[in-house]
Structure formats: structure tokens, C-alpha cells
């Protein structure tokens, strides 16, 4: 069995500590959350990236990987994620975990001492990021925002939600922009760097045979050079409950071979921090989140209408999104078929191996997130972002009290905000 704590190490800096044996590595990240804005999404992003080519000890890769291979080969990453509508950016580190070391030495505190040095000390040249640094890390960067596009299902998905959200924070991309990333200097991504560590609110995890304690006092040493501001910003998700009069249509036609229709529908205000949340989430795997969801069984298995078709739920904004591959002249056949599913769980018309088929695998999906480390503390980061202090076995356990009516209640209140449609081009 784990145990799970959470404590302030200082103001607006919060430890969740794993305490477990189940593994033989220990797991430890250090995340900054802030809100998501186009002005500073960009910048935000690189900063963990120029952090990692080096610090005021390990000035350079080689250096900072020699430092890792005397922590038994421990590994430590960049990391940019979006939850809601927060940035959150840091490093996600894995090592041995302290009972199997060779020699019985401690590897908890170095690992975080090492971890925190990227964070808080880092190379710098006349007193700002290198510029070297700097610029490698904005092509890399540039890179991978322009690569997005390269992936068709997921660049639909991204397309609907920018569309959906216009006017939201939500909109915004986590790496940012092209046009952001690029008039970025070291000393601007310096001056943003400081503004972080200042006003951003801090989230530890750890995972790992480490008595809790213990770990609160490594982790209090390493970060003490963070500013002290009693007034960290705390995450915000604004949720939009209703759809507009009419769907907003957004198509977009590229060389493809394959077209790609996403749905987005508003869930009436329905989110994480509702009581019915499990309705919610169940409803949106009945639908289309599992191998036994209407849209698998019978839009793309029964009907061949689609190289696949799923939805998923942003559990912070209230979002339902559909994704499916479709050839071009079934878009209509395609979208009436997805939206007559819907109806059919609205009117609560799901079969008991369709209800308990979709309850097992969430279910299975939560305790499994108790066998990885890396899903352990995704999981808890969400949490954290959300104000939330449920476990994955709490919410299996709501879960499975959740009733076919409950289901249907909860997708009778989604609307259908937008569609995007991406096609070939004619001729």
C-alpha cells in the first residue's frame, strides 16, 4: 500500500509525497504552474529546455550527464504541460530508489539537489541565459510547433480547440507560437524566467521508499534559493457553460488522403469539481472513449463510416471532443451518425455491456495508474491544477456507483459548439 501527504514547504510551494516500496526507482518533479497567455506561453516553454543545456556547476550537457551517471544513471527531462488553462513547466527526474543501492548510500538528496540546480542555478553569460543556448533552443522549439502540423489527427484536434476557444485561454498552444518564440532574446527570456520562480506556484512530487519527512526536508535545502512570495498565483479555468445559437464551422482543405472531423461540444458547465463528475466521465466513454463506445461499435465498426472515431473530455473547461478520420464525401453521413449516437445516450439508450463494459475499463484505467510512476504523478500534477485531493481509488470507487440514467442526465446537457473539418484539395 502507498501513502499520499501533501504539505506547504513554503509559501504557495507544495511537496506530494508517494510514500511506497512497490519500485525500484524513485520518481521526483518540480513543476511551476502558471496561467496560459499568447504572450508568454512561448517563453515559458523554452525555459525549461535552455535550463537543462546547463548550470552555474554543470555548464554544459556533458557535464550535467556525468552528474546523472553518478546518481546510477538517473535521468531527468523537461517537461511542458497544460492543464486547464495553466502552463505548467519544470523537470520530471528518475533514479534508483535509495533501498537498492549498492552501498546503502543516499541518492534522494543528491538527485534533488541536482534537480533543483537546474531550476534555480543556472549558465549564464553577462548575467542572463547564453545566448548560444538560447537561440538552439528556439529552433528546436520552432521545430516542434511547425511538426504539429505533421500529424494530422492531432493537429484537427488542435485546430477545433483553437477555433472552440478563441477567446479563451484554453486556445493557447503549450508550446506557444512561432511568432512569440521568436522575438524571444536571453534577455527577455531572463526577465520571464525571474517573473516564474517569483509569482508562479510550485508543485514537488515524489515517489519513492523516502520517509515522507525526510523528503520535505531534501527538497526544503534544494529549493532555498527560491524567491519567498507569500502571494503565488493560484490556477484558474474559466468555464464557458453554453454553446452558441449555431455551430461555428471551420474547415480548412490541405494534400491529404484522408479527411478529419472533429466535434466540440460544451458540457452545460459540467466539470471535474461537480458532484456528478462520474457521470460525466462515464457518459463520455459510452460515447466514444472505450473499444465498446457507440462511436467504435458502430460508426466506424457497424457502418464504415470512419478509420476511427473517439472522444475524449478536457474534465477542466468542460469540453467534449470528438476526433474521427473520414473519407471526404461522407463528412455529412459521418457527422449525422456521430451526433444520432449521441442522441441514443441522451435518451439512455445503452445496452448493460455497453454501460459496464465502458465502467471496467475506466476503472482498470485508474488502478493501473497506481503501477507507474510517470502516471502517478500526471495524475496528482492534475490534481494539483484542479484543487482536487481525490485519489484514483476514491474515483473508482464513484465510479461504480454511477447509473445508466446518471449517464444519460449528464449528455443531455451537451451542445454542439463547433465543428472543424479538415479535406483535400480539389482537383
Known amino acids: 500500500m502507498s501513502q499520499v501527504t501533501r504539505r506547504e514547504l513554503f509559501p504557495g510551494v507544495w511537496l506530494r509525497a508517494v510514500h511506497t516500496n512497490k519500485f525500484k526507482s524513485s520518481y521526483l518533479s518540480v513543476t511551476l504552474l502558471a496561467p496560459l497567455t499568447r504572450e508568454t506561453a512561448g517563453a515559458n516553454a523554452l525555459i525549461p529546455e535552455v535550463l537543462r543545456r546547463g548550470t552555474a556547476v554543470h555548464p554544459d550537457m556533458e557535464s550535467l550527464s556525468a552528474a546523472l551517471d553518478e546518481l546510477y544513471g538517473g535521468a531527468v527531462e523537461p517537461v511542458v504541460r497544460k492543464r486547464g488553462e495553466t502552463q505548467c513547466v519544470g523537470f520530471a527526474a528518475s533514479f534508483l530508489d535509495d533501498a537498492y543501492s549498492l552501498k546503502g548510500e543516499k541518492i534522494l538528496e543528491p538527485a534533488a539537489d541536482l534537480l533543483c540546480e537546474l531550476l534555480l542555478k543556472p549558465y549564464t553569460e553577462k548575467g542572463v541565459f547564453s545566448s548560444g543556448y538560447v537561440t538552439g533552443e528556439k529552433a528546436n522549439l520552432i521545430d516542434r510547433i511547425r511538426a504539429q502540423i505533421n500529424d494530422k489527427r492531432t493537429y484537427a484536434a488542435q485546430r477545433l480547440t483553437r477555433e472552440m476557444c478563441k477567446y479563451e485561454a484554453f486556445g493557447v498552444d503549450k508550446l506557444g507560437d512561432e511568432e512569440t518564440v521568436s522575438a524571444v532574446t536571453p534577455e527577455s527570456l531572463w526577465r520571464r524566467y525571474q517573473e516564474l520562480l517569483r509569482e508562479a506556484r510550485a508543485e514537488v512530487y515524489y515517489c519513492g521508499s523516502a520517509d515522507p519527512d525526510r523528503v520535505a526536508g531534501a527538497l526544503r535545502r534544494a529549493l532555498d534559493k527560491l524567491p519567498v512570495n507569500e502571494d503565488r498565483v493560484d490556477p484558474e479555468c474559466s468555464v464557458r457553460v453554453t454553446a452558441g445559437p449555431q455551430p461555428i464551422l471551420a474547415e480548412e482543405a490541405m494534400d491529404v488522403s484522408q479527411g478529419k472531423l472533429a466535434l466540440g461540444f460544451r458540457t452545460g458547465g459540467q466539470t471535474c469539481w461537480e458532484e456528478d463528475y462520474p457521470a460525466l466521465y462515464l457518459a463520455v466513454a459510452v460515447f466514444g472513449g472505450t473499444t465498446l463506445s457507440k ?78 510512476q510517470g502516471r502517478q504523478e500526471e495524475f496528482w500534477l492534475g490534481q494539483s491544477a484542479a484543487g482536487l485531493e481525490e485519489s484514483p481509488e476514491e474515483f473508482a470507487a464513484r465510479l461504480e456507483k454511477v447509473t445508466r440514467e446518471q449517464v444519460a442526465a449528464a449528455a443531455q446537457k451537451w451542445e454542439l459548439d463547433t465543428i472543424y473539418f479538415l479535406k483535400g484539395k480539389e482537383g
Request: net charge negative.
Open 295 to 372: 462511436l467504435f461499435m458502430n460508426v466506424r465498426e457497424k457502418l464504415s463510416l470512419c478509420y476511427y472515431a473517439s472522444a475524449t473530455l478536457e474534465r477542466m473547461k468542460g469540453l467534449v471532443l470528438v476526433s474521427s478520420g473520414i473519407e471526404f464525401d461522407k463528412y455529412q453521413t459521418a457527422k449525422d451518425e456521430i451526433l444520432a449516437q449521441l442522441e441514443a445516450v441522451k435518451r439512455g439508450e445503452i445496452e448493460d455491456w455497453e454501460l459496464e463494459g465502458s465502467r471496467r475499463t475506466l476503472i482498470g484505467a485508474c488502478m493501473s495508474t497506481l503501477d507507474d
